[in-house]
T-cell receptor, first 115, second 115 residues
Framework: KNQVEQSPQSLIILEGKNCTLQ??????????LRWYKQDTGRGPVSLTI?????NTKSNGRYTATLDADTKQSSLHITASQLSDSASYIC??????????????FGTGTRLTVIP | NAGVMQNPRHLVRRRGQEARLRCSPM?????VYWYRQLPEEGLKFMVY????????ESGMPKERFSAEFPKEGPSILRIQQVVRGDSAAYFC?????????????FGDGTRLSIL
């Protein structure tokens, strides 16, 4: 069964600290993996997209890693800011399927950055 | 989320009424996807449309729900005879191509509340 699991469910960190969010998936055959940031009351915004051959991709203070062998990905946030408070969603795309029903969404990690 | 426009942002309906949610995709995008998000849950795929065609509606309930994307105008998600369980955030996304590998840009959603 194609699944995407994220951990932790929620996380509270102090401003300026680093954190790492995890995503494990069983989606097959794998096409790509994306991390989204979803602010409260807003739609998800793409942070990174990684294909099978990519191990690391950075977007400012966000760095995503992918281990296609173990089917794990992580999102590392450096020097957190209050504006990083949001839900972070891992989305894995399967090679087969039409349009959007080959996308599998995690339930997200709710990050709260406190001053 | 500039580009994908959803309206209204908030919609309140009484049980038994109809709800109409609109989505205008990003300029140049001809593919639209609708998702539903319940509190504390991940996004669930509902339907994928191209102009004047429903490509995949496997995630949409068979009764009371319908979607269209006419040649002119926005995509419409219509829920007839709403029930309390329909209360959720409904997100629309668009892409220039129909493959899940392409980045999907999300709107900020419509929050539907059923009294």
């Amino acid at each position: 069964k194609n699944q995407v699991e994220q951990s932790p469910q929620s996380l509270i960190i102090l401003e300026g600290k680093n954190c790492t969010l995890q995503c494990n998936y069983t989606v097959s055959p794998f096409s790509n993996l994306r991390w989204y940031k979803q602010d409260t009351g807003r739609g998800p915004v793409s942070l990174t997209i990684m294909t099978f051959s990519e191990n690391t991709k950075s977007n400012g203070r966000y760095t995503a890693t992918l281990d296609a062998d173990t089917k794990q990905s992580s999102l590392h946030i450096t020097a957190s800011q209050l504006s990083d408070s949001a839900s972070y969603i891992c989305v894995v795309s399967a090679l087969k399927g039409t349009g959007a029903n080959n996308l599998f969404f995690g339930t997200g990690t709710r990050l709260t950055v406190i001053p | 989320n500039a580009g994908v426009m959803q309206n209204p942002r908030h919609l309140v309906r009484r049980r038994g009424q109809e709800a109409r949610l609109r989505c205008s995709p990003m300029k140049g995008h001809s593919h639209v996807y609708w998702y539903r998000q319940l509190p504390e849950e991940g996004l669930k795929f509902m339907v994928y449309l191209q102009k004047e065609n429903i490509i995949d509606e496997s995630g949409m309930p068979k009764e009371r729900f319908s979607a269209e994307f006419p040649k002119e105008g926005p995509s419409i998600l219509r829920i007839q005879q709403v029930v309390r369980g329909d209360s959720a955030a409904y997100f629309c996304a668009s892409s220039p191509q129909g493959q899940g590998a392409q980045p999907q840009h999300f709107g900020d959603g419509t929050r539907l509340s059923i009294l």
